[in-house]
């Protein structure tokens, strides 16, 4: 599916990794994936003498890599499919990011907790600079297809992205449904109209330029959900709506921004990471873009 062949899981040794673990295992399977490098990074912290004599397997990535390697068999990894386990000292966001590049990573599986520990920091930094997709798997993630998809759009390449990416997921067209948020302009009172009138001519706008959306990229017609914007931001307006719909799984198409002031993914979905720890949601990106900068940047 979408060439997802190389995969990195990021590890951080609490029991998050379980789920992680399980849930990688079930996509092989699933996704044909042909490689999964794992991967613990822990910081480059000075202990106390007394702490490493007391704990000395703490620091031992030996121990760690046994440790996780026994644990990825136990959760029944196919046979035949390549996996790696490394764990290392120094920054996880630089490490994961440089592994991502030299293995040529076509995907990045990352953990969102919800209330086990862990604030969820290095899934946002990693989204934010990552060269590829990137998949957050929740705690309450099934190990069954989702039922029920929310592909947010703004009729860009990205929005067909994450729709054609759908549909090869799912078994059943019904399960898609498209979201897109309008607006209406602040000087739409020098028109002479109403704010409804106004908000009706913008609506029509935005289901015209859907359909000539799905006729441009070859795209069947699914359900779309268009949602006036009001004082929320638009991916909390998501969020709502994703919530009162009964969504199980997000797939937001997002363009690199590549400025040297911020490596970012677009705001959106950039917001919606940060709101979201209870949706798993796949931030859908073209791989290498943006990958000049990153090179850049790690030469500094």
């Known amino acids: 599916m979408r060439n997802f062949k ?9 029991p998050m990794d379980s789920v992680l673990i399980q849930h990688t295992v079930n996509l092989v399977r699933f996704l044909g994936i042909e490689t999964v490098y794992f991967v613990h990074v822990s910081q480059d912290l000075t202990l106390p003498e007394e702490i490493i004599q007391t704990y000395p397997h703490l620091l031992d990535f030996a121990h760690i890599e046994q440790g996780v390697s026994e644990a990825i068999l136990q959760a029944g990894f196919p046979e035949g499919v390549a996996f790696e386990v490394e764990a290392r000292k120094g920054s996880p966001t630089e490490a994961i990011i440089r592994h991502s590049k030299t ?16 604030s969820g920091s290095l899934s946002k930094a990693i989204a934010q600079k990552s060269p590829c997709s990137v998949l957050f ?7 069954e297809l989702p039922n029920n998809y929310m592909i947010p759009i703004d009729f860009s390449t990205y929005s067909a992205m994450s729709i054609e990416l759908a549909q090869e997921i799912s078994d059943d067209p019904n399960r898609i449904r498209c979201y897109h948020i ?9 028109t002479g109209k109403t704010f409804e009138e106004f908000s009706e001519i913008m609506l029509n706008n935005a289901k015209k330029d859907y359909q000539n959306f799905l006729a441009k990229h070859g795209l069947p017609e699914f359900d779309c959900t268009f949602i006036r914007k009001n004082d929320r931001n638009r991916a909390k307006i998501l969020m709502k709506a994703a919530k009162e719909a009964g969504v199980d799984f997000i ?7 590549t400025d040297s002031a911020s490596l970012l993914i677009g705001s959106v979905a950039e917001k919606l990471i940060h709101l979201n720890n209870k949706i798993p949601m ?3 990106k073209k791989k290498g873009e943006n990958m000049h900068f990153l090179e850049a940047l790690f030469r500094i």
């Open 137 to 143: 798997v929740t705690e309450n993630m099934s190990l």
């Open 251 to 257: 797939i937001i198409g997002s363009r690199g921004r």
């Open 182 to 190: 309008y607006e209406v302009p602040a000087g739409y009172t020098k």
């Open 103 to 118: 293995k040529e990573v076509d995907l990045v599986i990352m953990g969102r907790k919800k209330e086990k520990k862990g």
């Open 6 to 14: 190389k995969v990195l899981v990021g590890l951080d040794l609490t």
């Open 282 to 284: 796949l931030v859908l």
